[in-house]
Nanobody, 121 residues
Framework: QVQLVESGGGTVQPGGSLRLSCAAS????????MAWYRQAPGKQRELVAA???????KYGDSVKDRFTIFRDNAKNEIDLQMDNLKVEDTAVYFC???????????????WGQGTQVTVSS
C-alpha cells in the first residue's frame, strides 16, 4: 500500500498563487506516475497535472501555462505550483499515484484525502 498526505490548500484571490504538496510513504518502490486531480462541486474529476519518474509531464488544458508540477524522487514528493488562479480553479485537489504497471499518465490506484482550494474575491 501507498499512503499519500497532501498539504497547502486554502483560499486565495483571483490572480493569486498557491502551492500544493503531496508526500508518499509505504510501498514507494512500486510508484510510477504521480499526479494531481481535482473535482469541483457538480463536476467530474479531472486531471490537473501528471509527472513520470523521469520528469515527463502532462497538463490539463485549462491549467497549461499557469500550473507547474514538480517531483522529488528522493523524497517521494510532488508539488503543484498554481499561479494566476481563477475562480474556476476552485475544487478539491487530490494527489494520485500509480503502480509500475500503470502508465504514468493514467489514473493510479492510490489517492490522498484531498485538499480544498478556493479562489474567491
Amino acid at each position: 500500500q501507498v499512503q499519500l498526505v497532501e498539504s497547502g490548500g486554502g483560499t486565495v484571490q483571483p490572480g493569486g498563487s498557491l502551492r500544493l504538496s503531496c508526500a508518499a510513504s509505504g510501498r514507494i518502490g512500486t510508484i510510477n506516475g504521480m499526479a494531481w486531480y481535482r473535482q469541483a462541486p457538480g463536476k467530474q474529476r479531472e486531471l490537473v497535472a501528471a509527472i513520470s519518474g523521469g520528469k515527463s509531464t502532462k497538463y490539463g488544458d485549462s491549467v497549461k501555462d499557469r500550473f507547474t508540477i514538480f517531483r522529488d524522487n528522493a523524497k517521494n514528493e510532488i508539488d503543484l505550483q498554481m499561479d494566476n488562479l481563477k475562480v474556476e480553479d476552485t475544487a478539491v485537489y487530490f494527489c494520485n499515484v500509480g503502480g509500475v504497471r500503470t502508465p504514468w499518465y493514467k489514473e493510479g490506484d492510490y489517492w490522498g484525502q484531498g485538499t480544498q482550494v478556493t479562489v474567491s474575491s
